[in-house]
């Protein structure tokens, strides 16, 4: 089997990954209904192989996707490339850096960060990088972040079988603040040939709200994004919204729902 550095963002994986989330359309929905009809300049950080970008495109002014994976850059690039996206790839503007030491330039009426990609730093990170996300937004912004707090039903293990050659465990680790998805590839035996991982923090809702509150950021409201397509133990999914303080958020009223 492949070695343990084996990621979901590099060489197979990024391939696998890709292949995987183009039917996790949820939290897509819910996305696409904050920013139809606005006309935005987005910002998406960890954009990965583009599943968010690729959706959002016809509905906003101009998206920038942003990820720090060449191998998943690389099949969004190709993915704009395709003949049924010549009329708006030029609205996308795809950078290869670390999020964490980004200089996008200029300033966005949105910031996505989706996936529960935000689970990937530790809350020295998370801290600087809500800073960050403050100074890009324009006055009134709204910053778009998705998190899931697995609930595996008492067990810390969980596999969800998404084809006959492929699987992914999840295993958390309450004592560690660990969480771990591991996609398996098998062979037509059942054999696992290659396995593919990546371990994100545990970060519960109530920690989510204060740094967002401490950031600056003031939470609109946090929407619960459905089932996705797995079944089993997916834990509580939401999508929060939060905005920069200034005019109101996006053109909407700035009431604050605790």
């Not at 990024?14 to 819910?30: F, G, K, M, N, P």
């Not at 942003?66 to 850059?73: G, K, M, P, Q, T």
């Not at 590839?185 to 054999?191: K, N, P």
Request: hydrophobic share 40%.
């Amino acid at each position: 089997m492949s070695g343990a550095q084996a990621t979901l963002y590099t060489g197979r994986g990024a391939e696998l990954y890709h292949e995987i989330v183009q039917s996790d359309t949820s939290e897509l929905r819910e996305i696409i209904h904050r920013l139809r009809g606005k006309d935005a300049r987005v910002l998406e950080l960890a954009a990965g192989s583009g599943r968010i970008t690729l959706a959002l495109l016809p509905f906003v002014r101009s998206i920038t996707a942003v990820d720090n994976s060449a191998e998943l850059l690389r099949i969004l690039s190709e993915e704009l490339a395709r003949p049924n996206r010549k009329n708006i790839a030029s609205k996308a503007n795809v950078v290869l850096a670390d999020i964490l030491s980004l200089e996008p330039g200029g300033h966005f009426d949105c910031v996505v960060l989706g996936t529960t990609s935000f689970c990937l730093f530790d809350a020295d990170q998370r801290r600087s990088l809500l800073a960050d996300i403050r100074q890009w937004l324009n006055p009134g912004g709204e910053l778009l972040l998705s998190l899931r707090i697995p609930d595996l039903g008492g067990q810390n293990s969980y596999v969800h079988e998404v084809s006959p050659n492929l699987a992914i465990e999840e295993r958390f680790d309450a004592v560690r603040g660990t969480f771990s998805s591991t996609l398996i590839e098998r062979s037509d035996d059942g054999q696992a040939i290659a396995e593919y991982s990546v371990t994100t923090h545990l970060l519960t809702e109530s920690d989510l709200r204060t740094e967002l509150r401490e950031a600056g950021l003031v939470l609109k409201d946090a929407v619960d994004v459905g089932p996705r397509n797995r079944v089993g133990a997916i834990g509580d999914y939401k999508l929060f919204r939060a905005h920069s303080p200034g005019p109101d958020a996006m053109g909407e009223s700035t009431d604050v729902q605790q």
